[in-house]
């Protein structure tokens, strides 16, 4: 199984910061397929072969990915794509 961790500092607000990560999850689920749903200040993420969160701290957020072996293939780009949306909207 491949894991994708990445954090991602910033110095918004809860409330922006939340909607940045919604932003985040909005483009995962729309180029993934992914369902997404909040649990407090943790987003989860998940379809076959793909779980993850976005939990929110007061100046960072960090994501976590696994990827079952399928989409493992993929993970280089995946990663990429990750990082530069959470650049973009925590910026």
């Not at 500092?9 to 990560?21: G, N």
């Not at 689920?29 to 407090?40: E, H, K, N, P, V």
């Not at 989860?44 to 994501?63: I, K, M, N, P």
Request: proline letters at 1%.
């Amino acid at each position: 199984m491949a894991d994708i961790s990445f954090t991602q500092q910033h110095q918004l607000s809860p409330v922006a910061a939340r909607a940045a990560a919604q932003k985040v999850a909005d483009k995962l689920a729309g180029d993934y397929g992914l369902q997404c749903r909040w649990d407090g200040d943790v987003l989860r993420f998940e379809r076959s072969g793909v779980e993850g969160t976005l939990a929110l701290g007061e100046r960072q957020a960090d994501l976590r990915i696994k990827l079952g072996m399928l989409m493992g293939a993929f993970r280089s780009t995946i990663e990429t794509k990750v990082a530069e949306s959470m650049r973009k909207v925590f910026a």
